[in-house]
């Protein structure tokens, strides 16, 4: 066990995790009240939000799962990013005014305030839903890396990174997250940067872009259709037009309508600085997917001169053998990398990781808080019980989390697995929350009457699409549900808790 971690490798993680446990520890003096461990007060730099923001979206899933899709793929990955800045500039100047407006500590309470309590219940309940199954998915990508890189039981590994993880998201609260959040982007973007920088020099440049060039990896635009039948373009997620489409819807709910993200973007002192976080990091995204993308191909080059005999593979049905892409990256960090640096690329998987899971906790544990646990009991609880319940939440979400991420350790296709989880709710948050912001129509009933069948049928064309009943990308699950939620829901009409829809207020 831990027969990969050298001495100085162990110091170099030890020194990471003491200075994130630091980080919480010293923040917990400032949690005074659910507020600031919630929201931080609205008190928090824009800079800081933004490389929090940047943190929380790379996550594991893309420190370790994106090179798996350079290395077997190629570079479609980067068309989503372009729907996906655009998604940006739609919460920044209709979303995030809308909650500013409303003063909320959580998006579902806006919900709440625009339409009435069964929406955001039941809103509440998709979030969670979905978020636990997602950042699982996203814990277990971590897990499955570091067990690779220190050959040790994945139920160890597991075990010690999610406990410190609610150590110091349980401390610090937002503050706390935030702040790790920005350590932790700038280590695991610094190690990709070294990671391609080593590879180059072992192998050379050339070599690297002479092999990408020959095997395609370098392609980013998909124009055309793999297949000729005229409605083929309905089953290739990676189809620009497709692969823009989702970017964009993916992103807007997720920006929109997951508390995982927006929570950290209502920490902002204002509605301005908010919007520039939130921007910035479209721009900033982009070249990071690309830095791992390329960390792919680069290993990719690596293993075609050296020979890929001692890579992780699968045995398929006709006796041969295939090398199982997600693990390639954790495989070259343990196998090939010396003393030293494979202990910083650890650390930065750690980063990577933490980055998401720290942020998903919080997020859980203030939704159920303030969406469930308050207007459920329909009781005022003190300041003091608000942040214990908090952070009872935060390590219940956490052991939770960590149980998912148990049971889904044999998954397959990482990074696209992510996305599947999240198009069955996405497109029914997003269609409230637009039908919310957009118009002056909807009612109570309507919405979630509206979501609930959304989110039945998306999973029924999943399941066909699954079962290969159905030819139809499953990135069109989030525009259904948007589409059919914001329709019916639209349908409705009566006078909502605020006779004004929030989105349409002004922010001074």
Known sequence: MFANLSLFDGCIVLLYMG?????????????????????????MPWLAVLGSIVATEVSAAT??????????????????????????LLIAFVFVGAFYAVNSLTIYDYLSKRFGGGTRYTATAFFIVTRLLASAVRLMIAVT????????????????????????????????????????????ISCGIVLVGYVGYAIGWAEIFEIGAEHGRFEVFRFQPESA??????????????AVMFGFLSTAAAFGTDQDMTQRILTCRDVKAARRSVILSGFISIPIAALFLFVGIALFAYYQVSGEATLPSSVLADG???????????????????????????????????????????ALSSSALVDLYRPLLNKEISEQQGLIVSRVLVCTFGLILASI???????????????????????????????GTLTKRGSDRGNWIAMLTAAAICVTLLTLIK?????????????????????????????????????QESVS
């Open 19 to 43: 200075a994130v446990l630091a980080i919480g520890v010293y923040h917990s003096k400032s949690n005074r009240n659910v507020r600031e461990f919630i929201s931080a007060n609205r008190t």
């Open 63 to 88: 420190f370790l799962a994106t090179p798996g899709v350079g290395y077997a793929e190629n570079m479609n990955y980067l068309q989503f990013g372009i729907g996906s800045l655009l998604a940006r």
């Open 145 to 188: 890396g570091i067990s690779l890189i220190l050959n040790a039981p994945f139920w160890i590994c597991l075990s010690v990174f999610t406990l410190v993880a609610i150590i110091y998201s349980g401390s610090g609260g937002i503050k706390g997250i935030i702040w790790t959040d920005v350590l932790q982007a700038i280590i695991f």
């Open 229 to 242: 039948d005229s409605w083929a373009w309905l089953n290739e997620s990676k189809f620009f037009w497709v």
């Open 320 to 362: 041969s053998r295939e090398v199982i892409a997600d693990k390639v990256f954790p495989h070259f960090i343990a196998s090939e990398l010396p003393n030293g640096l494979r202990g910083l690329l650890l650390v930065g998987v750690l980063a990577a990781a933490m980055s998401s899971l720290d942020s998903t906790m919080g």
């Open 405 to 435: 991420a148990y049971a889904l350790k044999d998954a397959e296709g990482f990074l696209w697995l992510t996305f599947q989880i999240a198009s069955v709710t996405y497109g029914a948050l997003l269609g409230v929350f637009l039908l």
């Open 467 to 503: 079962l290969e009943y159905l030819q139809l990308g499953w990135s069109w699950l989030i525009l259904i549900g948007t589409t059919w939620t914001f329709g019916i829901g639209a349908l409705w009409h009566e006078k909502a808790p605020g006779s004004k829809a929030p989105g």
